[in-house]
């Protein structure tokens, strides 16, 4: 719901949360990206059901595709702690913590300081890698700039541009500095981005202007 009719739609916007400011850090944009989803997940999906300003307690939410992600999710969950106790749920919520923080690390650098306006999205509105054991390990998921730029296409068809900003290291060794080296981070994709004039960078700015924006990338100001 949020991926497809929210985030595909709005990507580099200041709309789309999922999309990570230019010097946001990964732990900010974490607090802010999860439940800025869901709401945006809720509003598309109540739009799609007729009323955007639907309550809590409207039959039809029986209908909406958040609702029973909700419903399914619990299901699960309460249901290991019924048949295997607390410790196994505690355990659970603990590795879905995890994944979903590993998850939106991931969404964090895959679009982070990237900027659109009104122009249909392009192969630069993404990052990409060349790291092929990303490629082949994650099913095609690091060539997300086509992903973007072609939604349609099939995950074994995604094709390498040049055009689009690079990653300093393939997503795992992305994930890693996002997490624990952020700063680090943050400098090697300010270096490319103004190498490409893109995101802060896209309209040429001045050279103290760049150094500026170099800096608050440094501070990891967001």
Not at 54 to 69: I, N, Q
């Amino acid at each position: 719901t949020e991926h497809v009719r929210g985030h595909h739609m709005r990507v580099g916007t200041a709309d789309d949360p999922a999309t990570a400011r230019f010097g946001e850090r990964s732990d900010r944009f974490f607090f802010r990206t999860v439940p800025a989803q869901f709401r945006s997940a809720w509003r598309l999906e109540t739009k799609r059901l007729g009323d955007t300003a639907m309550r809590w307690v409207d039959p039809r939410l029986l209908r909406s595709r958040v609702v029973h992600g909700l419903v399914v999710e619990w299901s699960v969950a309460l249901g290991i702690l019924a048949l295997l106790g607390p410790g196994a749920f505690v355990a659970y919520l603990v590795q879905a913590l995890i994944a979903v923080r590993l998850l939106e690390a991931v969404n964090y650098f895959e679009h982070w300081g990237l900027a659109r306006s009104a122009r249909r999205v392009g192969v630069d509105d993404s990052w990409d890698t060349d790291s092929w054991f990303t490629l082949y390990t994650l099913v095609g998921l690091s060539r997300h700039a086509d992903h973007h730029a072609h939604a349609a296409r099939p995950y074994q068809q995604l094709r390498y541009f040049d055009a689009s900003p690079k990653l300093p290291y393939g997503y795992f060794g992305s994930v890693v500095l996002a997490l624990f080296w952020g700063r680090r981070l943050q400098t090697l994709l300010t270096n490319e981005l103004s190498r490409r004039r893109l995101g802060p960078f896209a309209e040429c700015p001045a050279p103290d202007a760049v150094a500026s924006a170099a800096a608050t990338a440094q501070l990891g100001v967001g």
